[in-house]
């Protein structure tokens, strides 16, 4: 029969290392959350062969006197909580309370610290339980050298990827830390090479373009905003730099580097229709919240967080997000590279491909209005689209794709111009209507360069504005059919039809129940009244769910309003007289959000006259 024994201790803090270090990156983690708790504004990280021989962390902090020194790798001291009340404000980087002893139990350990008051220093060092103590001569601060990780423990030691993968680890965990702590300085060295040496700074871009490139830091918006229980500071990026993992999300919460679903997935809704769905939006955000709201020891390495009110926090991040988007200029701007003969390296460093080499079209086959017409094309206000004095970043991971077939016969079709100028607004400078390319973009000329515009992604987003004022204010705009129109249903169709019919009204449907799986439309969306109507019916009964609220812009809302406006929107193909460009034109301009349609798709585009010279090697 088995009996019940006390495990010794040397057991007991290698099951704890087992929560609480899982590779070379998380000794680091806890070694750097205890400088800062010290106060150190000077942290240096050194490491050997991805951490896994040699790990040393040096700072300038408070230190510790002798007799903290040896309590400070015993299991379950610290520092940072004194009664069970202090477990629910935790206002330090580090709390349990197992970080050394838990690294000491599986290293080579050896500590040099020296508080202020003290002489000398002292230094304590573990290797396979065996402690020594003696006195040293160091500066204020504390040293931490961790030889050899699971030396003592070969089966944590064989789950250790490559040096590489571990270096990565611990690059990505730097990252981190010196994004969000701009006033440290900051060193890391590995195999005897200084990777980066940050020194202190005021200016938060400057240390993010060191830290993930000109690219990124350029295509930020700054982000502050507080409100009653929560306050934003930080930087979001613009939608084309979104991209396919998410790996320049960095979130803080009272600058602890954490991994929070629900923040994430706030920003990311806060991006609806500017990036696709596959998509993941740029971010370095530091939420500012009282620490009694949250929940810091939920995870042993604290990974993770727990917010006392998640939905809260949830609807603030979406408004702080939303109300930054809508007060930037967000339309993409094509950049040509600085020496055109580098194309492999302008695509390596933005996604683009050179734009000089592509454009290839043979003379005879491209056709445009005649001068005179030219002359005469419609003015348009300077403000309608305002373009920044600094040129933007291309996006790496959004193509904007101006590649254009050598064979294509490419058709730009001369409109009727007005023989006078059409007054908008007073003020009048020289905007012009092009004309149209294949019947799907509109050429906009101005005084720095040329516009291009998506009239279906434009169109599109016309519409979508427009049908979700409708629904917010009160209903969508519905026209009564003439002969009404029969549509049969499935068994579980017609369930949800029976508890769906307000918020099928409420989108401008008119609908009586007409048999067991048949439904009769009186009336539909006045923009559908056109469009075949019973696939898009069909499509929108679809997204919708016998829960969904009359009174919110949910998710399955927001689906049936892309469906609504991309079935009504111009399309792909429509020819466009001069009054139909003009409008389209005004008419996004009104908006908020003007620069893609409901897909994430770039709706405008602007290239300047500077870049049209390179392209032209004029310059």
């Keep these: 029969?088995?009996?019940?024994?006390?495990?010794?201790?040397?057991?007991?803090?290698?099951?704890?290392?087992?929560?609480?270090?899982?590779?070379?990156?998380?000794?680091?983690?806890?070694?750097?959350?205890?400088?800062?708790?010290?106060?150190?504004?000077?942290?240096?990280?050194?490491?050997?062969?991805?951490?896994?021989?040699?790990?040393?962390?040096?700072?300038?902090?408070?230190?510790?006197?002798?007799?903290?020194?040896?309590?400070?790798?015993?299991?379950?001291?610290?520092?940072?909580?004194?009664?069970?009340?202090?477990?629910?404000?935790?206002?330090?980087?580090?709390?349990?309370?197992?970080?050394?002893?838990?690294?000491?139990?599986?290293?080579?350990?050896?500590?040099?610290?020296?508080?202020?008051?003290?002489?000398?220093?002292?230094?304590?060092?573990?290797?396979?339980?065996?402690?020594?103590?003696?006195?040293t001569a160091c500066p204020q601060g504390t040293i931490v050298l961790i030889e050899d990780l699971f030396h003592n423990v070969p089966a944590r030691k064989k789950y250790l990827k490559t040096a590489n993968t571990e270096y990565n680890h611990i690059l990505e965990l730097f990252t981190r830390f010196a994004l969000i702590h701009g006033k440290i300085n900051w060193k890391l060295i590995h195999n005897n090479k200084v990777i980066f040496h940050l020194p202190k700074t005021d200016k938060w871009l400057d240390r993010i373009e060191l830290l993930l490139g000109e690219r990124i830091a350029s295509n930020?918006?700054?982000?502050?905003?507080?409100?009653?229980?929560?306050?934003?500071?930080?930087?979001?990026?613009?939608?084309?730099?979104?991209?396919?993992?998410?790996?320049?999300?960095?979130?803080?919460?009272?600058?602890?580097?954490?991994?929070?679903?629900?923040?994430?997935?706030?920003?990311?809704?806060?991006?609806?229709?500017?990036?696709?769905?596959?998509?993941?939006?740029?971010?370095?955000?530091?939420?500012?919240?009282?620490?009694?709201?949250?929940?810091?020891?939920?995870?042993?390495?604290?990974?993770?967080?727990?917010?006392?009110?998640?939905?809260?926090?949830?609807?603030?991040?979406?408004?702080?997000?939303?109300?930054?988007?809508?007060k930037n200029n967000l339309v993409k701007t094509i950049q040509t590279p600085v020496d055109s003969d580098h194309a492999e390296t302008m695509q390596e460093k933005t996604g683009f491909s050179d734009i000089k080499s592509t454009i290839q079209t043979k003379q005879k086959n491209f056709k445009t209005p005649a001068s005179d017409q030219i002359k005469k094309a419609v003015d348009f206000n300077h403000s309608m689209y305002a373009l920044p004095k600094k040129a933007k970043q291309v996006v790496e991971g959004q193509k904007v794709d101006v590649q254009i077939d050598a064979d294509t016969e490419i058709k730009m079709r001369p409109v009727e111009f007005a023989q006078e100028k059409i007054e908008l607004v007073k003020e009048q400078t020289d905007w012009k209507i092009i004309g149209q390319i294949k019947n799907s973009y509109i050429i906009v000329e101005t005084g720095e360069g040329i516009k291009i515009i998506d009239q279906h992604a434009a169109s599109e987003r016309i519409q979508f504005e427009k049908i979700k004022k409708q629904f917010e204010t009160e209903k969508v705009n519905s026209q009564k059919l003439l002969l009404p129109q029969t549509i049969d249903l499935s068994v579980v169709e017609m369930s949800k039809i029976n508890h769906l019919q307000p918020i099928l009204g409420k989108f401008g449907f008119s609908i009586d129940i007409f048999g067991e799986k048949t439904v009769k439309l009186n009336a539909v969306p006045a923009m559908l009244k056109d469009m075949e109507i019973e696939n898009t019916f069909?499509?929108?009964?679809?997204?919708?769910?016998?829960?969904?609220?009359?009174?919110?812009?949910?998710?399955?809302?927001?689906?049936?309003?892309?469906?609504?406006?991309?079935?009504?929107?111009?399309?792909?193909?429509?020819?466009?007289?001069?009054?139909?460009?003009?409008?389209?034109?005004?008419?996004?301009?009104?908006?908020?959000?003007?620069?893609?349609?409901?897909?994430?798709?770039?709706?405008?585009?602007?290239?300047?006259?500077?870049?049209?010279?390179?392209?032209?090697?004029?310059?």
């Design 1 to 135: 029969m088995a009996k019940i024994k006390i495990l010794p201790q040397d057991i007991i803090n290698q099951i704890a290392a087992g929560e609480v270090i899982e590779r070379p990156a998380s000794v680091i983690k806890e070694l750097v959350e205890n400088s800062l708790d010290a106060g150190a504004d000077n942290i240096e990280i050194e490491i050997k062969n991805g951490g896994i021989n040699l790990i040393k962390v040096s700072d300038n902090g408070h230190g510790m006197d002798e007799q903290d020194a040896k309590l400070s790798i015993i299991q379950h001291s610290t520092s940072k909580i004194d009664r069970v009340n202090d477990l629910f404000s935790i206002n330090s980087f580090g709390f349990r309370g197992e970080a050394l002893a838990s690294i000491a139990s599986v290293s080579k350990f050896t500590l040099q610290t020296k508080d202020q008051d003290s002489l000398s220093g002292a230094e304590i060092s573990n290797t396979s339980g065996q402690l020594a103590k003696s006195q």
């Design 220 to 326: 930020m918006l700054g982000l502050k905003v507080n409100m009653v229980d929560v306050g934003f500071t930080g930087y979001i990026g613009k939608p084309q730099i979104a991209a396919k993992s998410r790996q320049h999300q960095h979130l803080y919460v009272n600058k602890r580097p954490v991994g929070e679903h629900i923040i994430s997935k706030s920003v990311k809704d806060a991006f609806q229709t500017l990036i696709p769905k596959d998509l993941y939006p740029a971010f370095i955000i530091n939420l500012n919240i009282d620490p009694y709201k949250i929940d810091v020891n939920v995870h042993p390495r604290k990974l993770e967080v727990r917010f006392s009110e998640p939905q809260i926090i949830y609807r603030s991040t979406y408004r702080a997000i939303s109300a930054t988007l809508d």
């Design 538 to 619: 069909l499509e929108i009964l679809t997204e919708l769910d016998e829960q969904i609220a009359l009174d919110k812009i949910t998710e399955p809302i927001t689906k049936v309003l892309n469906i609504m406006s991309c079935r009504s929107a111009v399309k792909f193909g429509d020819e466009l007289g001069l009054e139909e460009m003009k409008a389209l034109i005004k008419q996004l301009r009104s908006l908020d959000n003007q620069y893609t349609c409901v897909h994430g798709r770039p709706a405008v585009i602007d290239m300047n006259y500077n870049e049209l010279e390179k392209l032209f090697s004029r310059k």
